[in-house]
Nanobody, 121 residues
Framework: VQLQASGGGLVLAGGSLRLSCAASGITFSTYTVGWFRQAPGKQRELVTFTNRGGGVHYVDFARGRFTISRDDDKSTLYLQMNSLKPEDTAVYYC????????????????WGQGTLVTVSS
């Protein structure tokens, strides 16, 4: 199984980035997939997930600024991030699990390698 995240980079505060995650080795459409992030010196935290069938969940800091989407035909997950803030600086990880989404790191079976997002003020 591989989850290959891409799209990170350096952006000014207020700017936008779109992350992608290409999955292989799993039947993508049957998995809950999502994004976690880990800022320097902080614990890994959930950003958002989407269940099979398209239901979505956002944590408070992501709601209204970030949009998760999935293309099951391409086995690819996306995260559109708008109105970025310096506190959004983190390594962003795509994840996958069977069953419903949760906020627990240990519940996710598969992790991508992470892509670094740096937001400059």
């Amino acid at each position: 199984v591989q989850l290959q995240a891409s799209g990170g980079g350096l952006v000014l505060a207020g700017g936008s980035l779109r992350l992608s995650c290409a999955a292989s080795g799993i039947t993508f459409s049957t998995y809950t997939v999502g994004w976690f992030r880990q800022a320097p010196g902080k614990q890994r935290e959930l950003v958002t997930f989407t269940n099979r069938g398209g239901g979505v969940h956002y944590v408070d800091f992501a709601r209204g600024r970030f949009t998760i989407s999935r293309d099951d035909d391409k086995s690819t997950l996306y995260l559109q991030m708008n109105s970025l803030k310096p506190e959004d600086t983190a390594v962003y990880y795509c994840v996958a699990k069977m069953g419903w989404g949760t906020s627990r790191v240990d519940d996710y079976e598969y992790w991508g390698q992470g892509t670094l997002v740096t937001v400059s003020s």
